[in-house]
């Protein structure tokens, strides 16, 4: 068959002498062997298929990236030196067989999801934007799409992250965090909120750096911390204690939007 190389499990290792006897035998030229240590799950026992996905289209649909899924499974068994992230042609250009790790190696789901981490965070805007088509999250009537892409992109592990993350944006938020309620929400919270939505309604910034800047006048003015402004009003436009940057969300969202979101919130309060 022209084979030139057979790389596989070290439990095959056993297989090779007979084999080899088979090439002399019919005449053939034998090929190179090399065996790979078993992967192991992460208690240290040979993996199974009770330890990981099925098929590899189940990646794909848990939001892995294939950049990161192959990245992942060529550094299982096969090192270069400390380097952990490669692009093909980087792999292609670098394997050798001759570098095949001896020990066993560990099928470790956080490394995968560092990886993935790192593609998502390092892929263009343009491409994510395509791939979350897949989960429910079309972007593409979006004027403002590229930007609520950059800012979520790097919080997210998988792209069932980036959806979800994407999606506590672009939709109100439907129920509210009791532990942030409570903490947020606390003597004037709700009137400040209010008050702040007036003024930047009446400045008429839309852009991020101006939203901020509508901010900083506004904290300065109160003579309040930034937390007495942001906490509640994190917690009217997410619904919980979390989410990027709240100058860029806004920008995004548009002040009408935080204008329903805030008057959503005072209802919920005034039950």
């Known amino acids: 068959m022209g084979l030139t190389d057979v ?19 019919l005449g053939f030229k034998p090929p190179k062997f090399y065996h790979v240590a078993m992967i ?80 998502i965070k390092n892929s263009s805007n343009e491409k994510l934007a395509k791939l979350l088509k897949d989960f429910d999250v079309n972007l593409k009537y979006n004027d403002k799409m590229l930007l609520l892409i950059e800012i979520t992109k790097g919080r997210a592990k ?30 004037e919270a709700l009137e400040i909120i209010e008050e702040f939505v007036n003024k930047l309604e009446k400045s008429g910034a839309t852009t991020k750096e101006d939203i901020h800047k ?24 997410f619904g919980a204690m979390r989410g990027p940057g709240l100058d860029e969300v806004m920008a995004i969202i548009g002040i009408d939007e935080v204008k329903s979101r805030v008057e959503a919130i005072k209802k919920f309060l005034e039950g």
Request: net charge positive; glycine share 6%; hydrophobic share 40%.
């Open 40 to 119: 192991n799950n992460e208690k240290g026992k040979k993996l199974s298929k009770r330890d990981g996905a099925l098929d590899v289209m189940e990646y794909k649909k848990m939001g892995y990236l294939p950049e990161a899924l192959l990245n992942f499974l060529v550094r299982l068994g096969w090192s270069h030196g400390d380097q952990e992230i490669f692009s093909v042609e980087e792999m292609i250009k670098l394997f050798d067989p001759k570098n095949i790790n001896k020990s066993a190696s560990s099928y470790n789901l956080d490394k995968l999801l560092w990886l993935n981490a790192h593609y």
């Open 158 to 187: 998988t792209l069932v992250d980036l959806a979800n993350e994407i999606n506590s944006i672009i939709n109100a938020p439907k129920e509210y965090d009791s532990k942030a309620i409570k903490k947020a929400f606390k003597g």
């Open 214 to 237: 509508v901010m900083e006048e506004f904290v300065a003015s109160k003579e309040i911390g930034f937390g007495k402004l942001g906490q509640p009003l994190r917690v009217a436009l």
């Open 7 to 25: 790389i596989r499990g070290d439990d095959h290792l056993y297989n090779t002498p007979k084999q080899l006897v088979v090439y002399k035998a």
